[in-house]
């Protein structure tokens, strides 16, 4: 089976949405019948078709991506759009909890530019470092930055886990069963990383820096309060359509 008609009515059968779609991208990366007749099988078994191909689409490019690593979700366009308005001529910026380094690698059309990124997952490392162009570090947050990038960042962002634990078995199979856990679960209230990116900001962001953290609307006022607590002014913007909402803040 090699014709788009037939590969689509089976990924439709299996419960792919967006079948025609899919079966395009699987056509076009297989080199032969039978490495298609294999991903085709993987896909109905439940595994996310970035994952199969090796690849992700975001904000017109294309990134390498690993069985296990975070997919990049069509949401987090936002953060990128919102952090592209705010940015200085020649920014500095962090993408901490990077992924594979979607986001950081949107903003490298903000050249020339210093750009660093930063995940635990040592897989999620090893993809950005393919994706990236700019430094990226493995470890915890704001731990293996550069000493001398305190207080000169102009931006950082962020798509920290947010989905609350026991949230994580309501997912969709091909997140919660796939993806690293660390890339999704979020404590609690979702919010556990993100305060600690939060607590982090004073000592890295210049006088006139922000903070973008991607979250949930649900989220946000509490996410708000926490940006203010440690005094910064914040503030949330949100796009019904992709269903994105991102806090911001800032010390000045």
Sequence with gaps: MSDLAGVAATLRAAGCVFAEDEARVLLSAAHDAGELAAMIARR????????????????????????????????????????????????????????????????????????????????????????????????????????????????????????????????????????TKVALDGGADGLDVARRVVAGAGEWLNATGHLLIETSEAQAPDLTDTMMAYGLTAWTLSDDDLGATVVIGRFA
């Design 44 to 179: 109905v078994a439940g595994q996310p078709l970035e994952h199969i191909v090796g690849f992700a689409e975001f904000c017109g490019r294309t990134l390498a991506v690993e069985p296990g690593v975070f997919v990049p979700r069509r949401r987090t366009e936002f953060l990128v759009a919102q952090a592209i308005a705010l940015a200085p001529a020649r920014p500095v910026i962090v993408d901490l909890c990077c992924g594979c380094g979607a986001v950081a690698t949107a903003l490298s059309v903000l050249a020339p530019i210093r750009l660093y990124a930063v995940d635990v997952d040592p897989v999620a490392v090893r993809c950005a470092r393919r994706n990236v162009p700019g430094e990226v570090l493995e470890g915890d947050l704001y731990a293996p930055l550069p000493p001398d990038l305190r207080g000169r960042i102009d931006l950082v962002v962020a798509n920290a886990p947010y989905v609350p634990t026991d949230a994580i078995d309501l997912m969709p199979a091909e997140a919660r069963d796939y993806e």
